[in-house]
C-alpha cells in the first residue's frame, strides 16, 4: 500500500457547504453561487441565465 501525502490545507472554507479554497477572492465568488442569483443575461437570443459571467462567456 502507498501512503499518500495528506492535501495541503486550504484556509478560506465556505459557511454554507463543504468547499474551501486557497484564495480568499475564489471563496467570495463561490459564495455567490449560493444566492440563486443569475444576473448574466445571453445575448444571443436563448434567455439563459448564468451565476458567472465566466459561464455566460462559455456559453
Known sequence: NEQYPASPQRPFSCDMCAL????QHDLKRHRDT??????????GGC??????????KRH
Open 20 to 23: 474551501s479554497f486557497n484564495r
Open 34 to 43: 449560493h444566492s440563486g442569483e443569475k444576473p448574466y443575461l445571453c445575448n
Open 47 to 56: 434567455g439563459k441565465t448564468f451565476t458567472r459571467k465566466d459561464a455566460l
